[in-house]
């Protein structure tokens, strides 16, 4: 069975169909889904979410996007919500967290500096209490490796990963797996396809990002978890195996990546 480990199946974009979808889904073969939470006002949606759905699970974290939004208050709500989901079989991870640096308003100096002041601060949480991080890392990897040698969570993904193969590797090193998706299936993103084709298989997950990266046969549209079976196959062609293989060791590499997601599983 597939699993995507990044789909975003709160969005307001799948309106009053997030259960349908996550039904067509697993009709489809997505065995599992992990919603990540993105600011202290979606912690409870996700996990409602998840809990409505049999083939879903949550994340708890602050997206950097909504961190010029957020305040301190928001990180100590957050290491109480993660504390008290901890009994939570549904609960899975911390995330969304990272850094961006591509919107200009997070690249300001003051906006850089909360930034990584509020992901250091969520490593913190996954650290203490053992759990994996889903990264957002757009144009930060090496800025995201460097916190994450200094506080170094308990594994996880660096979701929708574009960087360089020694960055790849600076992420493995750490015990990291990484997040492929709809953008290898286009065929002008060759960096992304070439470290899709030569990066160790044992490292690599799968995810949507759904409603968001919309593979090739339905961009510009919304995407969503129920095309992750395709995307494995386009994984499958890049690397010149079949798809089965490719779901076997993309499920593998997702509950390495994902621990508590195994008592939610079979394969």
Known sequence: MWIDTHCHLDAGEFGQEALEIAARAGANGVSMIVIPAVARANFGTVARLAHAAPNASYALGIHPIHVPQATDEDLVAMRAAVEAALGDPRFVAIGEIGLDFFIPLLCEPAMREKQE???????????????????????????????????????????????????????????????????????????????????????????????????????????????????????????????????????????????????????
């Open 117 to 267: 002041r509020f992901f250091r601060a969520q490593l913190r949480i996954a650290r203490d209490f053992g759990l994996p991080v889903l990264t957002h890392v757009r144009r930060s990897q090496d800025q995201v490796v460097k916190h994450l040698r200094q506080i170094a969570p308990a594994g996880g993904i660096a979701h929708a990963f574009n960087g360089s193969e020694q960055q790849a590797a600076g992420f493995i090193k750490l015990g990291m797996h990484l997040g492929f998706g709809g953008a290898m299936t286009f065929t002008r993103a060759l960096q992304i396809r070439r470290l899709a084709a030569r990066l160790p298989l044992d490292r690599i997950v799968l995810e949507t990002d759904a409603p968001d990266i919309a593979p090739t046969w339905i961009h510009p549209g919304r995407n969503s978890p129920e095309q992750l079976p395709a995307i494995g196959a386009a994984l499958a062609a890049l690397r010149g195996v079949d798809a089965a293989a490719i779901r076997h060791a993309a499920w593998h590499g997702s509950v390495a990546a994902i621990p508590r997601l195994r008592a939610l599983l079979a394969e």
